[in-house]
């Protein structure tokens, strides 16, 4: 019998695994210690978890499908993770947990192909809108089948391409992200040398996957329903509708949320910036080449700058959800990812960013009264704080004490994680 492997050499061959074990002992010990003085009051049960959208997973589970031409319907959620659901035979709060072990198991598979170092992988891990993976919604669905996308793109794995994004078409309304950012990623990728064939065959695999799902989900509704598109004509009365924004922008949650939404639209407005840069890169592909960036990181940049117009667009001002489409997915570990791949920046770059920072702030009527009814040096604190926070990450890579930050980082987002899931337990308005 081979002896047993030291947990020494262990945690070199496999430190991702290691990582998230200790965060989630660590997650646990700070769990009960802010329970136990009463910081925290509430902790999950099959009542308290089973609020807001679980009722319509719930009913779709139970009843299947139903809609009405003059109401909210079942028939805006698409039917994967009901179905689970409802093969599983779980409760919501077990339901919960298998999500949260699901999204754990992608997460480790996805930091330890991307061979991320186990310091970001931890804070990674701490991301405060990822409460959403212990509830009875679709974001830990997702992220499995995302995962499997992105790294089909980084391994080679057509099939694995195929699957993720079939599954993430039957889990919620990808196919208006995804079609888009599949378009922009098979345009750069022919645009490199020898490369035409073979972004063609992937970009084609990756829209039937595409179509496929819409097909499926459109059939399921139409067998149920009598109607194959009531998934589009239902999301009106949820407010999602071609509109102009309103300013200043908002959120129904409040300060709470508010400003993880205004990072998710930093990172939207950063990776639009982006992708009008590689943009006309390529039309100037004659006289420089163009920058050779990996599709897979070419395809996240595309599914941002499709969340960040819809947001823009079809919500009207409101930033409701933005962190939770943005922030809680796959395609932002990778872009976290890749930066840390990038040489260090000069330091008179941070200066423009931080200007163009301040400047989008004031969307939010950062510098006016309007602002959450907030005196403008409450407004004006409130989003110095969050420049800070992000700064910290911007320039993680080239401060000298790296690991105190991040464990500071580390600390904070996880007390906020679990404050943002008591605020849900509670019924406040978190997503």
């Known amino acids: 019998m081979p002896p047993l492997p030291a947990p020494a050499s262990f945690a070199k061959r496999y430190p991702i695994p290691v990582v998230v074990a200790g965060h989630l002992v660590l997650l646990a010990a700070l769990g009960s210690v802010l329970y136990c003085f009463g910081i925290i009051r509430y902790l999950p049960t099959n009542e308290n978890i089973a609020r807001w959208d679980v009722y319509w997973y719930n009913l779709i589970r139970e009843q299947g499908y139903s809609y009405s031409a003059t109401s909210m319907s079942s028939t805006a959620f698409f039917p994967l993770f009901p179905y689970l659901w409802r093969l599983t035979g779980l409760n919501a709060f077990h339901m919960g947990l298998l999500n949260f072990s699901l999204f754990i198991a992608a997460f480790t598979w996805l930091a330890q192909q991307l061979r991320l170092p186990g310091r970001w992988a931890l804070l990674l891990l701490s991301t405060p809108p990822l409460l959403f993976m212990v509830i009875p919604y679709t974001e830990a669905l997702f992220f499995v089948f995302a995962t499997l996308a992105l790294l089909g793109l980084h391994r080679g794995r057509l099939s694995w391409w195929m699957l993720g994004l079939l599954g993430c078409g039957l889990t919620r309304s990808a196919s208006t992200m995804f079609t888009p950012a599949v378009l922009f990623t098979t345009l750069l990728w022919a645009a490199q040398p020898g490369q035409v064939r073979r972004a063609l065959q992937w970009g084609g695999a990756g829209l039937l996957a595409i179509t496929s799902s819409v097909g499926t989900v459109a059939f399921i509704q ?157 407004a004006l604190w409130y989003f110095a704080l969050l420049t800070g926070y992000l700064f910290a990450y911007l320039t993680l890579r080239q401060l000298r004490w790296q690991r105190e930050v991040i464990m500071v980082l580390y600390v904070f987002n996880l007390v906020i994680q679990l404050h943002l899931l008591e605020c849900f337990l509670q019924d406040y308005v978190v997503q």
């Open 222 to 378: 139409w067998y149920q329903v009598g109607e194959p598109f009531a998934f589009v004509a239902t999301h009106k009365f949820w407010g999602q509708k071609l509109q102009w924004p309103q300013f200043p922008f908002a959120s129904p949650s409040g300060i709470n949320m508010l400003w993880l939404d205004a990072l998710a639209l930093w990172v939207g407005c950063a990776a639009i910036a982006t992708c009008l840069w590689l943009a006309g890169r390529w039309l100037q592909q004659r006289q420089r080449p163009l920058p050779a960036l990996p599709p897979v990181v070419t395809f996240a940049l595309g599914y941002c700058v499709s969340i960040a117009l819809f947001i823009l667009l079809y919500q009207g001002g409101s930033v409701w959800n933005f962190s939770r489409y943005l922030l809680a997915t796959p395609f932002f570990v990778v872009l976290v990812w890749y930066l840390g791949t990038l040489p260090a920046w000069p330091w008179p770059r941070y200066l423009y960013l931080l200007l163009a920072t301040l400047g989008l702030w004031q969307v939010f009527g950062a510098y006016t009264l309007e602002f959450d009814n907030f005196g403008r040096g409450q």
